[in-house]
């Protein structure tokens, strides 16, 4: 069963730093696309960075370009997310999401994954 597990989110003041942890577990494609999303109440998930895993190639949206950096171990199946700099607007539902189509780019993202796992917190105080 695939399942995937962030963790990492809390309380930080803005400038700060978190780094967010996405486990994948009963994740067998070598090359597969590994992404972070977030959202906030009442609007829509929006991804923000995604992986993949079998070149190492990312991709940013450019409200986080810049300041998040997302990379991979794939021996240890763990997807990173490091957040400097950050801003109150970061605060939101952080989720990793995965999917076997290995696409991560400006042309295929943001785009639905087929598997998400339960988010983690994230909040900014100004």
């Known amino acids: 069963e695939v399942q995937l597990q962030a963790s990492g989110g809390g309380l930080v003041q803005a400038g700060g730093s978190l780094r967010l942890s996405c486990a994948l577990s009963g994740w067998f494609w070598d090359d597969s696309a590994v992404g972070w999303f977030r959202q906030v109440p009442g609007k829509e998930r929006e991804g923000i960075a995604c992986?993949?895993?079998?070149?190492?190639?990312?991709f940013y949206v450019d409200s986080v370009k810049g300041r998040f950096t997302i990379s991979g171990d794939n021996a240890r199946k763990m997807v990173y997310l490091q957040m400097d700099s950050l801003k109150p607007e970061d605060t939101a539902v952080y989720y990793c999401?995965?999917?076997?189509?290995?696409?991560?780019?400006?042309?295929?993202?943001?785009?639905?994954?087929?598997?998400y796992g339960q988010g983690t917190q994230v909040t900014v105080s100004s």
């Open positions: 992986t993949r895993t079998g070149d190492g190639s990312v």
């Open positions: 999401g995965g999917d076997p189509l290995p696409w991560c780019g400006s042309a295929v993202f943001p785009r639905e994954y087929d598997y």
